[in-house]
Structures are given as structure tokens and as C-alpha cells.
């Protein structure tokens, strides 16, 4: 983290890290060898070469060129060809592998190449044409004469942020693509992980032609071969009502489970000579292939990669602990994309692990029941709330709810994944060799049936599902950063614990509830009193009314989840929702909603909206009312607004819109700087 932070994209930033990363190296060598009773001096030194490498890893691995960033950070909203001129040339787009579809629009991650330039930009390729989707692949490389545009943060405050998301994947730039604009096309070899996603869609084939509903088999491809694009939006909201999400997406769950059925079936091997490590390697081998057959997704290999790490420990004749396997992980892993990092998914994985490698076998030795049956629903319920107390804080901050139920579903559902996923992976394997009868399919069916109507059942009860959660983002830190400490300080042979309690974690409330003080009293962000959301269906206003904060609307479509994301956002409940009226009055002055019928009464030095594409003369208007600002919302179309905002600029007239500048927030009083 702190060498993805203190990365400084320039054009000589890669000879710079490598140059310290050197001195590091030697110096630490001259400091280890010359005097090793200085320790703590070589593990400083350790720690700050680690800095250095990732600083260098991470520029050298970032997705924004060189010759692109300086201009680039200096307008990081707006769109603009990567080149910063209008194409006129064809460069080619070499598609690397398939990325998750969004409704649809189909997506793949490529590679750009400009003319002249045999560096390539990591992008994200966008079809939603049906003709060019046939084309499409993971083999193909195409010429067009389009450019990549950067990735725009949301536009509404509290939204989903497709940058953030994107940038977690080590993606800055977007392209979308339709048939008329690719002019040649050829194949190229397939990578590691296109060649898995093309074995992944073939035995997707097997199941998409089996005999059962068509919702048993959308869940089938989910969770047996991790593509999620057939569920609907209602099964996704059971399962996360249930808490039970995780089950959909392939994970440390789904090689848990395999791994111990290979190590089941693998058990006799233990009596041979060196039989242990024979089944180690057998292991591993297996492993991979499942992973390669899953198609090499982030998820799957994160969990394969830290299962591999205990393999290859037994291999090798070291044992490593669980929390010293979490590390190398962690390391192995960011080292091979430090974009993860900032992944919601790298972060769910990781915080479930540290916690399970900790919690079920301390909670072991405090008590053990003797009955069998009675100690296995113990030990599911003990690994549920060990995965929520790691996940927990994550889920509030991101998807702001938090299931109640979750331990029921563990003690339902988590016993029969194991014969779904056994039988799943059997009748899927068993497809390549010959045709599987029916019935083998059909008892799949009837068990995953008893799941939904368990999952059902769970998520019927609305009221253990807490909706509508804030966690905002020091909180959120404070939470893991006394986490880690506890998790570190008391595994770590060479530190007691009585200082951990008496000492570390003292100092570190201090210090974080010193900050939460400093922020709470110097850095807080009034709540806008205005704000105009960016919306292309209708008109949405959220203003500060006496009898509280009320949202206004005009237009067909009443739905606004924009409205419940910004009360989220600033921690303010909305108190009514009203019909947005012609005139009003904000800060004192008139406020004019002008829509399509281009009708406006005569108000003048006010503030005037434009919504709904107003068939207005807009010199005209500006000299009947000569307003102090005018504004324009996403219901207007853009090339309207490109209309407006050149005349304004040769009237000389203040105008905001926004598709150039996102929500409009002001606060009292904000606006009269532009009069």
C-alpha cells in the first residue's frame, strides 16, 4: 500500500525506484554481513526496500503511459483520446480475455497500441453491438480508428464508482466499440488465461444443454464453474439476504471443499514411502487444473495460490503457520498485480482468511464439546461468525447491509455444498468422457432445490437483514488497523502479550482516536444544502427544507436510487418526496425550471434550470432574465448541453451542467461567487 501511494507516475520514475532498489539491496547486504548483531537495523532496512520494490512494481505496471500523465492528471474527468488528437490512423486492440458482461454490454480486457508506440495500455473493451459480439474473442486482434477515453468517477456522490472498480483491475481507460468502426481483424495465439476461459465456456455448454430448469442451471454455472452472468437479480438478492452470497462466487469455500475430497481420496498414498509428499504434489496438480477449468478468475486463483503455499510447505518439509501462508500470500500475490489491493474482492478474501487462521482454533482450545454432531454445528457456527467478524466492517462499507441470518445459513446450506459441489464436478468432468444419464442431473436439481427453498425460507425474514448501513472510511481503518495488531501481536512468538495489551494497543487507540478527533473538528464536510443529481430520465433536487432535507422530482421515471445512495453518503435521512414546482427559492433568490415546453416566467437575477431538452433561444433567454447562473441536468441531451455551454461562453454567462462537472452541491451562499 504504501508503495502504490508514494508511486509517482513520471516519465524517468522506473530508473529512480530501480536506482534506490539497488542501494537498498547492497546496503542491506554491507549492514547484514558486516555487523549481524544489528538486527533491527537489517530489518528496517528489509522493510524499506519492500517500499522501494513496490513503488517500483507499481509504476512499472501501471496502466497510464508515460508520455500521457502529466496531461491526463490535469483533467482526470474529462474524456479525451488517449493520443490527445483525433484519430486518424488505425491502432490495434489486442483482446487479452473476457471480462464479467454487465447486462448487455459485453466486456474484455485488451491491449491498446498507439501508432509508433509498441508499449501497450491496459483497457477495458466495450460491445454492446450484436454483430461485432459474434466476432469477438480472446484471440482476436482488431484496427480501429477509435481511441480508449479515461474512466469517469460516478457522477452522483455515494454511487457505484466504475474508476474505482476498474482500477482495482489495473485499468484506466475504456473503449467502446460497434461493428463500423473495426476495419481488419486477425487471430493471435491465446494466453494462459484465455485458453482456461475457452475451456470454461465448453463445459459451461454441457450444462446449458442438460434437462433440467433454467435457473438450476444458471446456479450450476455459478458455482460450479464461477460464471455468474445468468442469475438474476432476484436469486442474487436472496442469497445475500441469507448471507450466503459467497456460495454463488467461487472462492475459498468451493477449494476448501475440494481440497478436502482430494485429500479424502488421496489418503491411501499416505502409506507409501515419502506418501505425503507424493500426495502433496498430486494435490497441487489437481488444484491448478480446478482452477484452470474455472477459467484462472482473480477469486479462484487468490484461494488456489494460498492453498498451494501449505502444499508446497509439506514438499519442501517446513511447515508454515497459517499466518505466515496469509503473508506470503499476500505478498506473492500483490507482487503479481498490486491493482488487487484496491479490489473489493482481494479484501473480502483476505480479511475472511486472517480471521479464520485464528479465531475457530483459539475458540477450540476454550471449549471442545464431546458429542460428535453437537461439536461439528458448533465448529460451522464458530467458522460463520469468524469469517463476519473479518468481513463484517467490509460489507457495511461497501454494500451498507449486514445479514443476521448468516449463522443459520451456514448450518443449512454449508453441509450440502459439499454433495452439490462433488456432484456438480463429477456430472461436468464426467461430460467430456461420455454422456451423463439424466438422472444424475436430476438428482443435481433436487438438491440445489432444497438449498433455494432454505435460502428462500431465510430471506423471508426481512427484518434480520439491516439495511441501509454507514461506515465511512477512518472507521473503517481504525477497525482493521486494531485488528491487525491483535491478529500479529498475539501470534508473534518473539513479543508477549502483556505488552500487545499494555502497550501496542493502548498507543494505538491513542493515536487513532486523536485523529478521529482532529477529523471530526477540522475536516468536516458540510452537508450541501442544493444538490442536482445526475440523472438522464428525470430531474431529481435534494435541498434543505425547515422541516428538513426533501427530495423534488420531475419526470415519468419515480425510481431514484441516486437519492438513497447521497442520504447514505452524507449520513442525512430524506424526509419527503415532492413534485418539483417551476419556481422556488434557495439562499434568497428565485430558482426557474424551464423543461421542453421552453415556457418560463419572467423572473429576473435568478438561477435558472434547464432540464428536459427546453426548446429555448438561449441568448434570448439569457436577455429576458438575465440570471445570475444557469444550470442543466443529465435529462438533457449532450449535445444540447455542448450547444449551451459555447453560447454561455461567448455570452459571457456563468453556466454549470452536469455532464462536465458531475452533481451540482452547493451550499448557502455557495452560488453568489459566481455573480
Known amino acids: 500500500m504504501l508503495g502504490h501511494f508514494s508511486a509517482i507516475p513520471m516519465p524517468d520514475s522506473r530508473l529512480i525506484y530501480l536506482s534506490i532498489s539497488l542501494v537498498l539491496i547492497i546496503s542491506y547486504l554491507l549492514s547484514f554481513y558486516l555487523n549481524p548483531k544489528l538486527w533491527w537495523i537489517c530489518r528496517i532496512w528489509f522493510f524499506t526496500l519492500w517500499i522501494a520494490l513496490g513503488c517500483l512494481h507499481f509504476t512499472w505496471s501501471r496502466a497510464l503511459p508515460d508520455s500521457a500523465s502529466a496531461e491526463l492528471d490535469q483533467h482526470p474527468l474529462k474524456a479525451k483520446d488517449l493520443s490527445g488528437e483525433k484519430a486518424t490512423h488505425l491502432n490495434a486492440v489486442v483482446i487479452k480475455h473476457r471480462l464479467k458482461p454487465w447486462g448487455q454490454t459485453t466486456r474484455y480486457m485488451a491491449h491498446y497500441y498507439q501508432k509508433n508506440s509498441h508499449k501497450p495500455t491496459r483497457i477495458v473493451l466495450l460491445c454492446r453491438d450484436t454483430t461485432l459480439i459474434q466476432l469477438l474473442g480472446p484471440d482476436k486482434t482488431l484496427w480501429t480508428n477509435s481511441s480508449p477515453k479515461i474512466i469517469e468517477r460516478n457522477k452522483n456522490p455515494g454511487g457505484f464508482d466504475q474508476k474505482s472498480y476498474y482500477y482495482s483491475q489495473g485499468i484506466e481507460f475504456a473503449m467502446t466499440l460497434s461493428a463500423n468502426q473495426v476495419y481488419c481483424w486477425r487471430l493471435h495465439p491465446l494466453s494462459l488465461r484465455a485458453k482456461a476461459q475457452k475451456i470454461n465456456t465448453k463445459l459451461a455448454q454441457y450444462w446449458r444443454d442438460a434437462a433440467i430448469s433454467a435457473q438450476a442451471q444458471a446456479l450450476a454455472l455459478a458455482i460450479i464453474l464461477g460464471q455468474t452472468q445468468d442469475l438474476t437479480i432476484e436469486v442474487k438478492s436472496q442469497f445475500a439476504s441469507a448471507g450466503a452470497l459467497h456460495v454463488l462466487a467461487l472462492s475459498g469455500l468451493h477449494v476448501g471443499l475440494v481440497?478436502?475430497?482430494?485429500?479424502?481420496?488421496?489418503?491411501?498414498?499416505?502409506?507409501?514411502?515419502?506418501?505425503?509428499?507424493?500426495?502433496?504434489?498430486?494435490?497441487?496438480?489437481?488444484?491448478?487444473?480446478?482452477?484452470?477449468?474455472?477459467?484462472?478468475?482473480?477469486?479462484?486463483?487468490?484461494?488456489?495460490?494460498?492453498?498451494?503455499?501449505?502444499?508446497?510447505?509439506?514438499?519442501?518439509g517446513r511447515p508454515v503457520s497459517g499466518s505466515n501462508s496469509v503473508l506470503l500470500c499476500l505478498i506473492l500475490l500483490l507482487w503479481w498485480s498490486p491493482y488487487w489491493l484496491f479490489s473489493v474482492g482481494f479484501q473480502l478474501s483476505f480479511s475472511a482468511v486472517m480471521a479464520l487462521t485464528y479465531l475457530p482454533s483459539r475458540l477450540k482450545k476454550i471449549w471442545r464439546p464431546q458429542n460428535r454432531i453437537y461439536r461439528y454445528f458448533i465448529q460451522l457456527s464458530t467458522v460463520g461468525a469468524a469469517a463476519q467478524i473479518g468481513v463484517g466492517p467490509l460489507s457495511i462499507y461497501y454494500f451498507h447491509q449486514f445479514p443476521l441470518m448468516f449463522w443459520l445459513s451456514n448450518l443449512i446450506v454449508l453441509p450440502l455444498m459439499t454433495p452439490l459441489l462433488i456432484l456438480g464436478l463429477s456430472n461436468t468432468m464426467g461430460s467430456l468422457i461420455t454422456d451423463i444419464p439424466n438422472i444424475f442431473f436430476e438428482l443435481w436439481d433436487e438438491l440445489l432445490h432444497v438449498i433455494l427453498k432454505a435460502v428462500v425460507w431465510i430471506a423471508s425474514h426481512e427484518h434480520m437483514l439491516l439495511k441501509d448501513l454507514n461506515l465511512n472510511q477512518y472507521t473503517?481503518?481504525?477497525?482493521?488497523?486494531?485488528?491487525?495488531?491483535?491478529?500479529?501481536?498475539?501470534?508473534?512468538?518473539?513479543?508477549?502479550?502483556?505488552?500487545?495489551?499494555?502497550?501496542?494497543?493502548?498507543?494505538?487507540?491513542?493515536?487513532?482516536?486523536?485523529?478521529?478527533?482532529?477529523?471530526?473538528?477540522?475536516?468536516?464536510?458540510?452537508?450541501?444544502?442544493?444538490?442536482?443529481?445526475?440523472?438522464?430520465?428525470?430531474?431529481?433536487?435534494?435541498?434543505?427544507?425547515?422541516?428538513?432535507?426533501?427530495?423534488?422530482?420531475?419526470?415519468?421515471?419515480?425510481?431514484?436510487?441516486?437519492?438513497?445512495?447521497?442520504?447514505?453518503?452524507?449520513?442525512?435521512?430524506?424526509?419527503?418526496?415532492?413534485?418539483?414546482?417551476?419556481?422556488?427559492?434557495?439562499?434568497?433568490?428565485?430558482?426557474?425550471?424551464?423543461?421542453?415546453?421552453?415556457?418560463?416566467?419572467?423572473?429576473?437575477?435568478?438561477?435558472?434550470?434547464?432540464?428536459?431538452?427546453?426548446?429555448?433561444?438561449?441568448?434570448?433567454?439569457?436577455?429576458?432574465?438575465?440570471?445570475?447562473?444557469?444550470?442543466?441536468?443529465?435529462?438533457?441531451?449532450?449535445?444540447?448541453?455542448?450547444?449551451?455551454?459555447?453560447?454561455?461562453?461567448?455570452?459571457?454567462?456563468?453556466?454549470?451542467?452536469?455532464?462536465?462537472?458531475?452533481?451540482?452541491?452547493?451550499?448557502?451562499?455557495?452560488?453568489?461567487?459566481?455573480?
Not at 515419502?274 to 479462484?300: D, E, M, N, R, T
Not at 434547464?610 to 438575465?626: P, S
Open 259 to 316: 481440497v478436502l475430497l482430494l485429500q479424502w481420496l488421496l489418503r491411501p498414498l499416505k502409506a507409501l514411502p515419502f506418501g505425503i509428499k507424493i500426495q502433496a504434489v498430486i494435490l497441487l496438480v489437481l488444484l491448478w487444473s480446478y482452477a484452470f477449468i474455472c477459467g484462472l478468475s482473480p477469486s479462484i486463483t487468490r484461494a488456489v495460490c494460498m492453498f498451494s503455499i501449505w502444499q508446497i510447505a509439506q514438499i519442501i
Open 476 to 675: 473503517l481503518w481504525s477497525y482493521y488497523a486494531i485488528a491487525l495488531l491483535l491478529w500479529w501481536g498475539l501470534q508473534h512468538p518473539w513479543v508477549p502479550r502483556k505488552i500487545v495489551f499494555r502497550t501496542f494497543l493502548p498507543y494505538l487507540c491513542c493515536i487513532l482516536l486523536a485523529g478521529y478527533i482532529s477529523k471530526t473538528l477540522w475536516r468536516r464536510d458540510p452537508v450541501p444544502q442544493l444538490t442536482i443529481l445526475h440523472r438522464f430520465d428525470n430531474t431529481r433536487l435534494i435541498v434543505h427544507a425547515p422541516e428538513g432535507f426533501k427530495e423534488l422530482f420531475r419526470g415519468k421515471n419515480k425510481m431514484n436510487p441516486d437519492g438513497s445512495d447521497w442520504s447514505r453518503h452524507y449520513g442525512v435521512k430524506l424526509k419527503a418526496e415532492k413534485p418539483l414546482p417551476t419556481v422556488m427559492t434557495f439562499d434568497g433568490l428565485p430558482e426557474i425550471v424551464v423543461d421542453s415546453t421552453g415556457v418560463y416566467p419572467p423572473v429576473n437575477n435568478g438561477i435558472v434550470l434547464l432540464r428536459a431538452n427546453a426548446n429555448i433561444h438561449f441568448e434570448k433567454l439569457v436577455n429576458d432574465l438575465t440570471p445570475c447562473i444557469v444550470l442543466a441536468d443529465g435529462s438533457n441531451a449532450r449535445y444540447v448541453i455542448e450547444h449551451w455551454r459555447e453560447r454561455a461562453h461567448f455570452l459571457n454567462q456563468k453556466f454549470l451542467d452536469t455532464y462536465s462537472s458531475g452533481a451540482i452541491e452547493t451550499s448557502d451562499g455557495q452560488f453568489k461567487k459566481y455573480f
